[in-house]
């Protein structure tokens, strides 16, 4: 327990064997549940995960509540009565708020539940393992780095906890800033905390120059996207965020590849849920980044066009109605119109050998009123989003553990 808050960390990984087995175990003891998301990784990430989850509990299965095969491969057993039952799962009730208690679900249960989100769970997964506070996931195939981080937000919601954190498995984050993320989501009506590692020189300096300079770039284009416009540092993967805020996103469409925080942006602001930023360093060492930039930027890019117009449509049409949009549309229409009224004259002039005529004076005019009307709307836009924003200076570990 963090305070009165029950604390859940998704840890994805995928081909973490040298890292993963060092980051559960340096989570911090508030932590209720660590849910562990193996990738369908092609090394023995698999066994490390399992190795750093032991912690004296019983090794079974989600679901395996009454009898479990005896260690020399005899006839079944009772478990030991001593002690609370690992397979039962502290559970925060929707309908009253006393904390309950309910039982582990196999993959083959949840399958035949009902639940939306549990039978999500059981199609994604091939195991799940309980050892003392660590849930082990491992996928059937490859979902990518946020169907990872999806797969754990489903095994939340399951479990009802109330502040979910993602840190990598890559060992790049310092699990003892934690509490500076938690806060926020503790003591104010904050639905969502990231990490930011460019508000401070220091840490600005730890990272490579390309990487900072794509940084940067997706910083800017996230702030349009997603109306966050005081937010920087969106792909920082370092996040906690509440139990209402994740129940508002809808979990089981989210994106499942890189890009998956840029989307999750996009629709908290659809949410008007209020995030802040922390600042956080990172630790960058021998590890080996997945992302394939020829592929990750225009797939990126993509995302975030699909994801700005989703939102203005739904926010500032389907929800409520602000004149913003049509000051985008306008703008966005002016100054297309001039850039191709532009090309054309020019491709009429050189062919004609004449020079500049009317249409050569009035698609720059349509350029800059274009241009003038996105600014606009970008004005209106981050007004309207602005109370959504609390930039955070913490403390480290500020801490208010039980």
């Known amino acids: 327990m963090y305070g009165d808050e029950r604390v859940g960390v998704v840890v994805p990984a995928y081909n973490e064997e040298q890292f993963i087995g060092d980051v559960l175990r340096e989570i911090p003891e508030y932590v209720d549940r660590i849910y562990v998301v193996d990738d369908d990784s092609t090394d023995d990430t698999w066994t490390e995960i399992l190795a750093a989850s032991r912690d004296g509990s019983a090794d079974r299965r989600y679901g395996q509540t009454d009898r479990e095969p005896a260690s020399d491969g005899g006839t079944d057993r009772e478990p030991a009565s001593d002690g609370p039952d690992p397979t039962e799962i502290p559970h925060r009730s929707r309908s009253d708020e006393r904390p309950t208690s309910q039982r582990a679900w196999s993959v083959e249960s949840m399958a035949q539940n009902g639940d939306s989100v549990r039978a999500a769970l059981a199609e994604r997964a091939s195991e799940i393992r309980l050892r003392g506070r660590v849930v082990s996931i491992q996928h059937r195939s490859n979902q990518g780095a946020g169907g990872a981080i999806k797969t754990g937000y489903l095994a939340a919601l399951v479990d009802g906890v109330d502040a979910v954190a993602t840190i990598d498995g890559d060992g790049q984050m310092d699990p003892e800033v934690l509490s500076d993320l938690i806060d926020p989501i503790a003591e104010d009506d904050i639905g969502y905390t990231k990490g930011n590692r460019l508000l401070r020189r220091e840490y600005r300096s730890e990272m490579p120059t390309l990487r900072l300079v794509g940084n940067f770039i997706l910083t800017f284009l996230t702030k349009i996207a997603s109306g966050y416009w005081r937010v920087m540092d969106p792909q920082n993967g370092y996040t906690v965020i509440s139990r209402e805020a994740l129940e508002s996103v809808g979990v089981t469409n989210l994106y499942e590849d890189y890009g998956y925080c840029n989307e999750l942006l996009i629709r908290l602001n659809v949410a008007d ?19 394939r930039y020829s592929s990750y930027v225009p797939r990126v890019s993509t995302l975030l066009l699909r994801g700005f117009l989703w939102r203005l449509k739904t926010k500032y049409l389907i929800l409520d109605f602000h004149p913003l949009v049509f000051f985008y549309l306008f703008g966005a229409g002016a100054v297309g119109l001039g850039a191709l009224g532009g090309v054309y004259t020019l491709w009429r002039g050189l062919a004609a050998g004449s020079g500049v005529g009317f249409g050569g004076v009035l698609s720059p005019l349509l350029v800059v009123a274009g241009v003038a009307f996105l600014l606009f709307a970008m004005v209106l836009d981050r007004a309207e989003n602005e109370s959504l924003v609390r930039p955070q200076q913490l403390g480290a570990n500020s801490a208010r553990m039980e």
């Open 273 to 291: 849920t209020r995030i802040a930023d922390v600042p956080t360093d990172v630790e960058y060492a021998d590890e080996e980044s997945h992302i």
